[in-house]
């Protein structure tokens, strides 16, 4: 049991990123309602233990009242190709929602806030790795509403003390117990290959082996769910009033979409067909993060960094699921 229990509300708390840092903030004693409306998450992903409100953030003043400590905020739309197609949906539901959610928790008296944004909001990086002192020049309207929710949130640290941490994930990796990566569609490259495994798609699609990479194919930085998880715990005890913090997560290594094909041929015995394809109009060849302002700001440090460790955890997982569950 920690010192400081805290009353927490986590929105989003049913999908992939809430349900492993829900489980994390309840092992370390804190009192979580999770405040989801099930549109990208499941019921059972709503971790053991937390009080469950099936409901949108738009109406978190419903649920927000005095007794709340603070806010951490996963839930969105995040699938990239969507936000090409409908972006009115991302700036309604990433944009809209967290203005709701902003209005409820000064209304109430919540003054702290954990906030889920993401590389996107840099775009094409410059250099590598990323500094949160890069350019931010999101390139689709998810990355766009991102950092639109960014602005809105050093607002009203500087207008009414709110004390917050945007915490900036690169590619989030991997499963904790029970609790793991259920896209639907699935967009990100681990789930991906591993459904290949599975025997639940043919091939894994290889966009461009022409890159100016060691191996052509495009480098990503994947963390592992539970560091990203464990940074929140810290963010929650670092945040300070009148402060908006921003902190990228990553390992700060890169590897290939090529070197994930191969552990997840490793780790799971299968030969994993590829096909290959031409580049992806808007994909940078690499995305890899500077995490040192997290190491100092947060004292944060990955600590799952074997790409091995994090394709095992995400194949334990992937298995896990029954036939109708996937
Ligand atoms: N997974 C990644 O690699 C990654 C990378 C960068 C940033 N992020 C961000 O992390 C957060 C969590 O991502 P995830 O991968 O767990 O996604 P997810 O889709 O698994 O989880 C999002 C959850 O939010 C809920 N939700 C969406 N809109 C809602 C609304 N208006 N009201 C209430 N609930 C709502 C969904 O039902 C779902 O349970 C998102 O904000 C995402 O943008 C994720």
Redesign the pocket.
């Known amino acids: 049991m920690k010192n400081n229990p805290r009353k927490l509300l986590v929105?989003?708390?049913?999908?992939?990123?809430?349900?492993v840092v829900g489980a994390h903030l309840l092992a370390a004693g804190h009192q979580v309602t999770v405040?989801?409306?099930?549109?990208?998450?499941?019921r059972e992903?709503v971790p053991d233990g937390a009080d469950f409100v099936e409901?949108?953030?738009?109406d978190a003043a419903k649920v927000l009242d005095g007794s709340y400590d603070a806010v951490l905020?996963?839930?969105?739309?995040?699938q990239v190709g969507e936000s090409v197609a409908d972006p009115a949906k991302y700036w309604h539901?990433?944009v809209g929602?967290t203005l709701e959610l902003l209005d409820a928790m000064r209304e109430s008296g919540v003054g702290t806030l954990v906030f889920?944004?993401?590389?996107?909001t840099y775009g094409e990086p410059a250099s590598i790795p990323i500094t949160e002192d890069a350019v931010t020049a999101p390139t689709n309207p998810?990355g766009a509403t991102?950092l639109a929710v960014d602005h809105m949130i050093s607002g009203e640290c500087a207008a009414h003390g709110l004390a917050a941490v945007s915490l900036?994930?690169?590619?989030?990796?991997g499963a904790y117990g029970a609790y793991g990566?259920?896209?639907q569609p699935e967009s990100?490259l681990i789930p991906l290959v591993l459904q290949v495994a599975q025997g639940r798609r043919d091939a894994i699609a290889v966009f461009g082996d022409d890159y100016p990479t060691p191996d052509g194919t495009c480098l990503r930085d994947y963390i592992h769910v539970a560091d990203l998880a464990e940074a929140h715990l810290l963010a929650l005890d670092r945040a300070t009033a009148g402060e908006h913090l921003i902190c990228n997560l990553g390992n700060g290594s890169g590897f290939s979409v090529r070197e994930v094909i191969d552990t997840v041929r490793r780790v799971t015995g299968h030969p994993i067909p590829e096909t290959a394809r031409p580049r992806r109009a808007g994909d940078p060849a690499a995305l890899v993060a500077s995490a040192q302002r997290a190491h100092d700001r947060l004292g944060w440090r990955p600590t799952r960094t074997d790409l091995t460790d994090i394709v095992r955890d995400a194949w334990t997982f992937a298995q896990s699921l029954g036939e109708d569950a996937r």
């Open positions: 929105t989003g708390g049913a999908g992939y990123v809430g349900s405040l989801d409306d099930l549109s990208t998450g499941f992903g409901g949108r953030v738009q905020h996963f839930a969105a739309s995040s539901n990433n929602g889920s944004s993401t590389a996107a998810y991102k900036r994930y690169f590619n989030v990796a990566e259920r896209h990100h």
